[in-house]
């Protein structure tokens, strides 16, 4: 599909953060269990902006047509087929807190987040030398009393695997595009970047590198990246993940999002090549997500 690219493939990197941790926390959020009454799990979104860390709740389908009068206290935005209701971090108290901890841990990338019989998961996987940070960090888990529990913690995590998970709770499309940015990123052929898309700060965006037999945590920065990245959090666009490659001496990347979302996402990446004329963009695939995705991602 994508052309003659014989460059490194996600499956070839896929299993090196070979650890998986699973928590769960306890939230006294009013709105949470009417939720969870119409959805068998609701997905989340945790963004970091200028102005604070936020919680976005995705209420889609017929639950969001059912609850629609009810969400209009919480002023919720519509996207795509989705309301979308955005709440301050703050109120997730010591929670954000520990996910901060956690987010900063190297070699690790936060997957799912998402709520189910009234708690909040959230799915990360670690790499065998992140592992040693967050041994510190489960102990403080430990002693909060389970209001924040460590449900699954050992080996066995494959990025395909968690995005097979997301996939049966919300479909996912695939975004592929090119763009001429390497120049801003300073990475080599033959290479893959897996991102942690948490936030931005002043050195880019936290990626793992992975080149070779190696992988370093490395962060990536360009005007391209940081306008899709502002225009997706204003429009509140969850992504379950985003991978990306040089190719051919340009930058080759593939977003996996909830299909509802998949024309406003297109939105901000023509918005932002607008802006960017230099970038030469080109729009590679929207395709529903399948096994076959790993034959050319």
Known sequence: MMGTDTGVMYKDVDGRLSYRLVISIEQSIKLLPVLSREMDTVPLDFQVT?????????????????????????????TGDCHV?????????????????????????????????????????????????????????IGMQNHIRIVDLGPGASGIHALNEVNGRIPLTVVGYEVDILRDLNVEENCFIEYNFHGEDNKGFKAILYCGDKKEVRYFDSPFLREVNKLSVEQRI????????????????????????????????YSAASHCKSCNFKLLAVRKY????WSWV
């Open 238 to 269: 969850p992504k379950a993940a985003i991978l990306a490659k040089p190719s051919k001496g340009r930058y080759r990347s593939f977003t996996f999002l909830p299909s509802a979302m998949v024309e406003n996402h297109l939105s901000i990446l």
């Open 50 to 78: 200028e102005k604070g860390h936020f919680i976005d709740l995705f209420i889609c389908g017929s639950p969001a047509q059912k609850l629609q009068d009810f969400l209009y206290q919480y002023r919720p935005i519509r």
């Open 85 to 141: 209701v955005r709440m301050r971090a703050e109120e997730m108290d010591t929670a954000a807190r520990i996910m901060e901890k956690i987010d900063s841990i190297g070699e690790a990338v936060r997957g799912s987040l998402y709520v189910k019989s009234d708690k909040i998961y959230v799915e990360y996987r670690i790499s065998n030398e992140g592992i040693s940070f967050f041994t510190k960090i489960a102990g403080e888990i």
């Open 290 to 293: 399948t096994s076959d995705v």
